[in-house]
């Protein structure tokens, strides 16, 4: 299985298929609306506007696994976000991460790059950077800003431009 064969519904139950990003970097991040770390979705919105017309797609994969911290449904998550921290990158429905649940696209990428507790999720807000052939280039822990990983997005955007 590779990233670019999966596939996830929005939150109004749209297929996104993760090949349409082909020849793009991937930042997948699960969220969570009510956490202590949400003021994260600015900065990730940030980069979002900075990048978008380079090559960078964020997703927010909200998830409900941590403390209930994500209450919001998928018909009002993305409302939600925008009215609270202004975010306009593509949101998905409600998935789990962790468990015998666990999303495909968590599965594959827990897989592809286990973290300090192994192919788990630690908490709201783990990143993972997609490269533009589809391999996961790196995770990042939930205490991790965007910003800080904005060097590497940076350079991944940089080998798609050379294609």
């Known amino acids: 299985m590779k990233?670019?064969?999966?596939?996830?519904?929005?939150?109004?139950?749209?297929?996104?298929?993760?090949?349409?990003?082909?020849?793009?970097?991937?930042?997948?991040?699960?969220?969570?609306?009510?956490?202590?770390l949400a003021p994260q979705?600015?900065?990730?919105?940030?980069?979002?506007?900075?990048?978008?017309?380079?090559?960078?797609?964020?997703?927010?994969?909200?998830?409900?696994?941590?403390?209930?911290?994500?209450?919001e449904t998928n018909e009002t998550v993305e409302e939600t976000c925008k009215i609270n921290?202004?975010?306009?990158?593509?949101?998905?429905?409600?998935?789990?991460?962790n468990g015998e649940n666990t999303h495909p696209v968590f599965s594959y990428l827990k897989n592809e790059l286990p973290g300090t507790?192994?192919?788990?999720?630690?908490?709201?807000?783990?990143?993972?950077l997609v490269g533009l052939d589809g391999k996961p280039y790196k995770r990042y822990a939930p205490t991790t800003k965007p910003a800080k990983m904005e060097e590497d997005i940076k350079n991944l955007i940089e080998q798609v431009q050379q294609i």
Do not use: R
Not at 7 to 34: C, D, H, R, Y
Not at 46 to 67: I, R
Not at 117 to 128: S, V
């Open 85 to 97: 921290h202004g975010v306009t990158f593509q949101l998905t429905e409600k998935i789990d991460v």
């Open 3 to 36: 990233f670019y064969d999966l596939e996830i519904n929005s939150p109004q139950g749209k297929k996104i298929k993760m090949s349409e990003f082909e020849n793009k970097v991937v930042l997948v991040v699960n969220t969570a609306t009510k956490c202590g």
């Open 41 to 71: 979705f600015e900065e990730l919105e940030e980069l979002h506007q900075k990048y978008k017309n380079k090559n960078l797609v964020v997703l927010g994969f909200p998830s409900n696994q941590f403390l209930n911290q994500e209450p």
């Open 117 to 128: 507790f192994g192919n788990k999720i630690k908490w709201n807000f783990t990143k993972f």
